[in-house]
């Protein structure tokens, strides 16, 4: 059972992206932790032909192989029905009808789909009942981009909207899973979105990867010798010009 447990691990760390794509003027940077030998956790980066990339973060509910087998199952719909280049609204109720075939009645999937125009920072993005993605002005001021759909999975045909934001030269946006948020010191208390928040904006001029570097190191020395109670995802992604 280890064996088959760290095999599964590994297939899973194959689905996840090795490394970031390198965009002119787009930092983009990630890390996946999983709680367990394997996770629920999903995120990606897409690029399309026009020059456009993807930044994606999904959450399966739940933890370990049950999880792991439906992220398993997340990804390849993902990717392939971005290869159809449809408007995101599309696209999520698309994946929405998908999944809700697949998921068992006491399983979701919230999920945060982004597109991003390097070039102009124009952020087209549809929200699927995910964590708020926090985005961090160059001048300090923190905005969110809240779940206008409902968690994939459950009940589709709902229909999801595609809304509009924009990255300016200094901008971030930074997608996470509730694990981030939740992770827990032994007096069960939460790191907390306004921590987070605070975090990226004095850190907002560092490159994507230390801003992931030092986020993940202030989740561990927070949480101490507590043990981790959820899937930890974090994505990166700043306008540099």
């Known amino acids: 059972m280890e064996r088959e447990n760290e095999q599964a691990a590994e297939i899973q760390n194959r689905i996840l992206p090795v490394a970031a794509p390198e965009i002119p ?60 280049e449809l408007d995101l609204g599309t696209l999520m109720s698309r994946l929405d009808r998908s999944l809700a075939d697949h998921c068992p009645s006491n399983r979701f999937i919230t999920l945060f789909f982004g597109l991003i125009e390097p070039t102009t920072g124009k952020l087209t993005y549809c ?16 905005d969110t981009l809240p779940a206008i759909g409902t968690v994939l999975g459950i009940l589709p045909d709902l229909g999801y909207e595609q809304q509009e934001a924009r990255l300016e030269p200094g901008d971030l946006l930074a997608l996470f899973s509730d694990g981030v948020t939740e992770t827990a010191n032994t007096k069960d208390e939460e790191f907390g979105e306004d921590r987070l928040a605070d975090l990226l904006k004095e850190r907002r001029e560092d490159p994507a990867a230390s801003i992931v570097k030092g986020v993940i190191q202030a989740l561990d020395e927070f949480s101490g010798p507590a043990p981790a109670a959820d899937d930890v995802t974090l994505v990166i992604a700043r306008r540099t010009h």
Do not use: F
Request: glycine content about 14%; aromatic content about 6%.
């Open 127 to 142: 929200n699927a009942g995910h964590n708020p993605p926090l985005l961090v002005r160059a001048s300090g001021k923190v």
């Open 25 to 84: 003027g787009l930092e983009l940077a990630g890390h996946n932790e999983p709680c367990l030998t394997v996770g629920g956790d999903y995120y990606d980066y897409i690029k399309y032909r026009d020059g456009r990339v993807a930044v994606v973060l999904g959450d399966v509910a739940g933890k370990g192989m049950s999880a792991a087998l439906l992220m398993s199952n997340l990804q390849p719909r993902v990717q392939m029905l971005a290869e159809e």
